[in-house]
């Protein structure tokens, strides 16, 4: 698990360590030019040309000291400060001091296109910037992006907002970015992700303490996460052990979406999967399942049979509600029927959002819901740009305010148990695929069947999915990945091997 940082969180993070710890600004600065230095100097042939492109803030003198220190181990390696040197925060000055006693060439604007320099470095903003790029700063900026160079950014692109990865009018379009300390939001979040490039997360030498004292920040995960996320699986374990899943959704015609549900639950794991749609689809879903078990929720003239709903309900660990469903009277019933009746978890998707408002889900800290924006504005009562503004906290916000855990599904998921904020950084474009979302839910209920807590299962369904979209856009690409591509995906992704003990 990786922290991901707001530039507030940041700047608390660094405070901490100075003022509360005791560790010099420039100790700080230091390690970080350190740790740009170095992944330079292991990445970049010693032959290269270094051009560092300074702001005149803490940014700039990170840039200024790892400019000195490549010059000290015998690269080429100039400086280009950007911006009025009257206004150098304390420590930058000091690092243009140190940078010219250890004859550091400054050079002027037209070396960011000379061939003398192969690597840019650009140092000019932090994570704080919070206006438009204007000036001479977009003028150098626009010249960096012109230059067609291997350009390297230090803590972020300068011209992306750090917190929600906007980009301020023009940004530097970066090869690899070397961020400091933890990951920011900005380089996660779509459309700052794009200008980062490889991101690399430096340590430099934040005490744990400093960590702690940052309040609830968000997160992500990566590999190394898998065996703790997912579900242990008891060897002297049976199909009751494993848990008991119901689909419920599917109408004329929209049998495809339970069925990957109950393909997905049954993927990742679960030990028995019950599919209750209509009758007429049922002889199309157990050819093409036959593992499953199936119930018909369907009386004539559109009646629901409640009594097939109750049994469903009941025979199940965990429900999944709402793919395929369609938006029928008799679907609206449904709805209302199993989340008046069902007090196990419940995985709430496509139709099944539709059909809901949002007083239905208040306190009902059983349920999952799992939201792509137009559902999410639908039930949340906000336009789609308005929540794009800040859909991290839109997520926590609206789980916080009715008590659901919310998989809001985007560029980036997020999923939030309106404390908490989880930022899924797996998946490709390969996903926005018809079926994707509805094996998700089975991922997600697959992992509650096994015992799972409704948060827990949440984010590690959503990362598993698109762990399994990874490894299906390497074997199909990301254009021709479908869900049913996704479901081998999983058995490939779930193939992993615990640590001893584990």
């Known amino acids: 698990m990786r922290y991901l940082l707001t530039a507030g969180e940041a700047k608390a993070l660094d405070e901490h360590a100075i003022q509360k710890v005791g560790f010099p600004g420039l100790v700080l600065m230091e390690k970080a030019a350190m740790t740009l230095a170095s992944v330079l100097m292991e990445r970049e042939d010693r032959r290269s040309g270094f051009l560092f492109v300074c702001g005149t803030g803490n940014n700039g003198g990170d840039g200024l000291a790892a400019a000195r220190l490549l010059k000290q181990q015998g690269y080429r390696a100039a400086v280009l400060l950007v911006g009025d040197p009257e206004r150098m925060s304390a420590d930058a000055k000091t690092q243009m001091a140190l940078a010219a006693a250890c004859k550091v060439p400054a050079v002027q604007s037209d070396a960011v296109g000379s061939p003398v320099y192969d690597v840019i470095v650009d140092a000019m903003f932090g994570v ?71 991101v690399i997360v430096g340590d430099i030498g934040y005490p744990e303490v400093s960590y702690e004292a940052v309040e609830n920040p968000a997160y992500y995960y990566e590999p190394d996460d898998l065996a703790r996320i997912v579900p242990t699986r008891p060897p002297d374990g049976h199909k009751g052990t494993f848990g008991r899943v119901s689909v419920i959704g599917g109408s004329e015609g929209m049998s495809g979406a339970p069925l990957f549900s109950a393909q997905a639950a049954y993927a990742a794991g679960a030990g028995l999967v019950k599919v209750c749609s209509m009758m007429a689809d049922r002889e199309i879903l157990l050819s093409a399942l036959p593992e499953a078990l199936f119930c018909s929720y369907d009386k004539a003239e559109e009646a629901v049979d409640q009594e097939a709903l109750k049994e469903a ?123 994707s979302g509805d094996v998700l839910t089975g991922v997600i209920a697959g992992f509650l069947a096994q015992g799972a807590d409704v948060f827990t299962a949440a984010k590690a369904g959503v990362y598993v999915h698109g762990l399994a979209g990874d490894h299906g856009s390497r074997v199909y690409s990301e254009y021709s990945l479908t869900a049913s591509g996704l479901i081998e995906g999983l058995k490939a992704v779930l193939g992993f091997s615990r640590p001893e003990g584990g």
Not at 131 to 149: F, L, M
Not at 161 to 180: E, K, L, Y
Not at 398 to 407: K, N, P
């Open 128 to 198: 704080g910037l919070n206006r438009a790029v204007s000036g001479v700063y977009e003028t150098v900026i626009c010249a960096v992006n012109a230059a067609r160079k291997k350009v390297y950014a230090a803590d972020i692109p300068s011209g992306i907002h750090g917190d929600n990865g906007s980009v301020m009018n023009v940004a530097v379009r970066a090869d690899v970015t070397v961020t400091f300390g933890a990951n920011k939001r900005g380089l996660i979040l779509y459309p700052g992700c794009r200008y980062a490039g490889e």
């Open 313 to 435: 309900v009941s025979w199940a660990d965990c429900v999944v509600l709402g793919p395929g469903l369609g938006q029928s009277a008799r679907a609206g019933n449904i709805v209302s029927y199993v989340l008046g009746h069902c007090d196990k978890p419940v995985v709430l998707d496509g139709d099944g959002i539709t059909l809901c408002q949002a007083e239905m889900l208040k306190g009902r800290n059983n349920v999952i819901l799992t939201p792509h924006p137009k559902e999410f504005s639908a039930i949340s009562g906000k336009e789609i740009p308005r929540l794009k503004e800040d859909f991290l906290e839109e997520v926590r916000d609206f789980a916080e305010r009715t008590g659901v855990i919310v998989a809001g599904k985007d560029a980036r998921t997020v999923v939030s148990n309106g404390r908490e904020i989880y930022v899924n950084v797996s998946g490709n474009s390969g996903m926005g695929t018809g079926g």
